[in-house]
Every structure is written in structure tokens, then in C-alpha cells.
Nanobody
Framework: QVQLVESGGGSVQAGGSLRLSCAAS????????MGWFRQAPGKEREFVAV????????AYADSVKGRFTISRDNAKNTAYLQMNSLKPEDTAVYYC????????????????WGQGTQVTVSA
């Protein structure tokens, strides 16, 4: 299984930007998929974004479309989440996830999860 190392979380004012990084190490997979989930206080964990490691197809939750961009650098085995126009509602712990199966990532059943990184957006 792969180990996921997250970085880039922090605190910003509403309207600001952050870029999260997720570096994967360990086993490698063909057609590897990576994504992001988040969990806000008092709410269930929710899907944020996913990217196909092979062909870079992407999908986003409706709540972040037009503001967040997921990308990846295959040479570095790293995925990114660029977050622009941040809102207080985006405050959450963000989790990097990875799995060979897109369906597993989308359903929250990925084999690998990061420890989470806090993103706080103040008004």
C-alpha cells in the first residue's frame, strides 16, 4: 500500500487561496487514482475532487466547481488541490486519498488515506 504525505494546509481569509499537496510513496499502480475528501465540524465526510492518475480526467463536488482545481505530477507521484475564492464554509480537515479504482475513491473506500490537514477560512 502507498503512504500519503499531505502539506499546504493553513489559515486564510475569505477570498484567499491555498494549495494542498499530496505525495505518494510505496507501491506503484497503473491507472492510479487520487482524490480529496473533507470533513467540516458537525458534518459528514464529503467528496471534493478526484483525478485519474493515467489520463488526468477530473471530477468535482458541486460545492467547489469553478473554485478548486485538482492536478497531478506523475514524475513526482504528487497530487495537488488548488483552492481559490475560499469561503468560510470550506473550513474542514482535508484528506488525500489514493486507490487504483476510481469507484473506490469516489465512494470513500480508497485503500490509502492521509492523516488530514486543517484548512481554516476566516470571514
Amino acid at each position: 500500500q502507498v503512504q500519503l504525505v499531505e502539506s499546504g494546509g493553513g489559515s486564510v481569509q475569505a477570498g484567499g487561496s491555498l494549495r494542498l499537496s499530496c505525495a505518494a510513496s510505496g507501491r506503484t499502480f497503473s491507472r492510479y487514482v487520487m482524490g480529496w475528501f473533507r470533513q467540516a465540524p458537525g458534518k459528514e465526510r464529503e467528496f471534493v475532487a478526484v483525478i485519474d492518475w493515467s489520463v488526468s480526467r477530473t471530477a468535482y463536488a458541486d460545492s467547489v466547481k469553478g473554485r478548486f482545481t485538482i492536478s497531478r505530477d506523475n514524475a513526482k507521484n504528487t497530487a495537488y488541490l488548488q483552492m481559490n475564492s475560499l469561503k468560510p464554509e470550506d473550513t474542514a480537515v482535508y484528506y488525500c486519498v489514493a486507490d487504483p479504482r476510481l469507484s473506490a475513491v469516489a465512494s470513500g473506500e480508497a485503500n490509502s488515506w492521509g492523516q488530514g490537514t486543517q484548512v481554516t477560512v476566516s470571514a
